[in-house]
């Protein structure tokens, strides 16, 4: 099979595309036959070796993947079923999903929903599963669309990108931080209603601001999360599922002893699978499809390696689907 090897040896550390002998694959209960995978932020800093993310070596990368099984001994799951994987640390301890074969456990696999294509599954991915939850979270801590706006940070990432679509679709005022001006029309088309400069929160804040947000999903952290839990409305709701400006959250305690606000972590990699099938079968109903589409740009698996460095140095948009058969 053809799949992105990571070795790390006495030669250093690369990225490469590699015929691998699929008696290499590691062990799982689930053989898939992949036919996308998509290159995400943390897939990119794995294959250009930017940061420690891959912890065993040789590595296939790709926290994503979606395909047919061909084997399984699992019971949830027989051959010619579609099924979707999102993190559970692939990519990262086990072989992911830029290859054109997967071993996997089966505790991992989601049905892929009938609304969607394989490809359209990748359109979406762990960025858009991400996005999803995300939005339930405003949803169960009773943030609702008469409240007010809400910030979506990194717009035109893959998280920022469905979050709009999701949030915009579902009747809330979205409103688009980005710094990338030209990229104006493709935000607005998903549904947000206005755009502003990242750099209005990027910069050290004040510990409180004037109220405007009712929620937020904010895919940055560091300062630019600091200054929009200061400026979230009493009893709003801000979730945190990146770190795009930095790990850091340089703020006080402050708006959430005197504005009640809430700071949700979402976690997507280790998420029960009950809530991976809610947020799949929410992403069915709830997405436009047609978001999905304009959110893509496919390309070959031999095309990872470089798009990884595009991907690094802010090049890319929406949501990279890579055909792994071609």
Not at 217 to 225: E, F, I, R
Request: proline share 4%; glycine share 12%.
């Amino acid at each position: 099979m053809k799949a992105i090897l990571i070795n790390k040896d006495d030669d250093g550390y690369r990225a490469e595309l590699s015929d691998v002998d699929e008696s290499q694959l590691p062990e799982g209960d689930v053989t898939v036959q992949v036919d996308y995978s998509t290159l995400n932020y943390k897939d990119s800093l794995a294959i250009t070796g930017s940061s420690p993310v891959v912890r065993s070596f040789p590595m296939v990368p790709g926290i994503d993947l979606a395909g047919t099984v061909t084997e399984s001994s699992h019971a949830d799951f027989a051959a010619g079923d579609k099924v979707v994987l999102n993190g559970w640390g692939v990519g990262e301890v086990h072989w992911g999903g830029l290859a054109q074969t997967a071993r996997l456990k089966g505790d991992w696999l989601v049905p892929l929903p009938e609304a969607f294509t394989p490809r359209q599954a990748m359109g979406i991915g762990t960025a858009g599963y991400t996005a999803m939850l995300c939005v339930l979270g405003l949803e169960k801590n009773g943030v609702t669309p008469d409240q007010g706006e809400i910030i979506v940070t990194g717009s035109a990432g893959g998280v920022g990108s469905v979050a709009i679509s999701l949030l915009a679709k579902l009747g809330y005022t979205v409103i688009a931080s980005t710094g990338r001006p030209d990229q104006e029309v493709y935000l607005k088309d998903l549904g947000a209603a206005d755009i502003i400069d990242r750099n209005t929160l990027a910069e050290p804040g004040r510990p409180l601001g004037k109220e405007r947000w009712a929620g937020a999903v904010d895919a940055v952290g560091s300062h630019t999360l600091a200054n929009i839990c200061a400026t979230t409305k009493y009893g709003g709701t801000v979730t945190a599922c990146g770190l795009a400006q930095g790990f850091d959250l340089p703020a006080t305690v402050m708006p959430f002893i005197l504005r009640r606000v809430t700071l949700a972590g979402i976690d997507s990699v280790y998420r029960p699978k009950a809530d991976r099938v809610e947020a799949w079968n929410r992403l069915a109903t709830d997405l436009d499809i047609a978001h999905i589409e304009a959110m893509i740009s496919e390309i070959a698996l031999g095309d990872a390696i470089a798009t990884a460095s595009d991907q690094m140095a802010g090049k890319t948009r929406g949501r990279v689907v890579v055909d792994v058969n071609r």
